[in-house]
C-alpha cells in the first residue's frame, strides 16, 4: 500500500506509513490503550478490542490494509493514530479510524484520512464509514474532508459518511433540469 507520508507535526513530523504483518501486536496495544470513550466512538459501541489474530487480519489480508501514524523520529517513533481500510466486492472502500487521546485534536486524523482516501483510490471508487451521531470531532473531520453525511439505513444512532475517490465522468452524471 505504498511508501511512507511525512506530514509536519507543530514543531516536529508525523510519517503515516502502511503497518508490518510483524507488527500487528502495535495496532491490537494501540487500541487496548484508548479511553473507553475514544473505544466506544471507534467501535461504535461494539466490540472494543482487537485480538492479535483480527489485527494480523487487518495488517495482513487481502482486502484490506492498516495504516499507523508515528509521531518523532526514526527510530524512537511512538504510535499515535491507526486507520484500517477494507475493500468490498462493490468497488466501496469502507474505513475507521483513531488517535491516541493524549494525540487528539492535532490535525493526525485529518492526515489519517487523507493518506487513506489516497491509498484506497487506485482499488475503490467511493470511500464511506460509519460515525455515532454524537462524534462531533469525527463528523469534522469528515465534512472538512469532503465527505457527505446522512443517516445510516443500519441503525439510526449512526451517521453514514462518503466520498467518491474519482472524478465522475461527466457523461455518468445525473441531470438535473431546471424547474
Ligand atoms: C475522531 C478522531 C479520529 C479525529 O482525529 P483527531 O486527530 O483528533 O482530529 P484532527 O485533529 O485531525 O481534527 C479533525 C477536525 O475536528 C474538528 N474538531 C476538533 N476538535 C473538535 C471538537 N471538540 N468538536 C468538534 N470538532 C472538533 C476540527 O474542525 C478539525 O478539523 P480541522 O483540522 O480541519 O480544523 C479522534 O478524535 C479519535 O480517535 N476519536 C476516537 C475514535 C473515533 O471517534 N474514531 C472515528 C470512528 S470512524
Redesign the pocket.
Known amino acids: 500500500m505504498g511508501a511512507a507520508d511525512h506530514v509536519a507535526l507543530g514543531a516536529g513530523f508525523l510519517i503515516i506509513r502502511p503497518l508490518a504483518a510483524e507488527e500487528a501486536p502495535l495496532l491490537a496495544s494501540h487500541v487496548a490503550a ?1 479511553s473507553p ?3 466506544h ?4 459501541g461494539g466490540v472494543n478490542l482487537i485480538s492479535e489474530a483480527e489485527a494480523l487480519r487487518l495488517v495482513a489480508g487481502r482486502d484490506v490494509f492498516a495504516l499507523a501514524a508515528i509521531a518523532g523520529g526514526p527510530g524512537e517513533g511512538v504510535m499515535v ?1 491507526e486507520a484500517i481500510c477494507a475493500f468490498g466486492s462493490d468497488g466501496r472502500a469502507e ?7 493524549a ?11 487523507a493518506s487513506l482516501a489516497r491509498r484506497a483510490a487506485p482499488r475503490a471508487a467511493l470511500i464511506h ?4 451521531a454524537g ?7 469528515a465534512a ?2 469532503g465527505f457527505a453525511a446522512g443517516v445510516s439505513r443500519s441503525d439510526p444512532r449512526l451517521v453514514a459518511i462518503s466520498r467518491p475517490l474519482r472524478p465522475v465522468p461527466a457523461a455518468c452524471r445525473p441531470l438535473h433540469r431546471a424547474a
Open positions: 484508548l470513550a475514544s473505544r466512538s471507534r467501535f461504535l493514530g474505513f475507521a479510524l483513531s488517535v491516541a487521546d494525540w487528539q485534536g492535532r490535525g493526525i486524523g485529518r492526515a489519517l484520512v464509514g460509519e460515525v455515532l462524534n462531533r470531532r469525527m463528523l469534522a473531520l472538512r474532508a
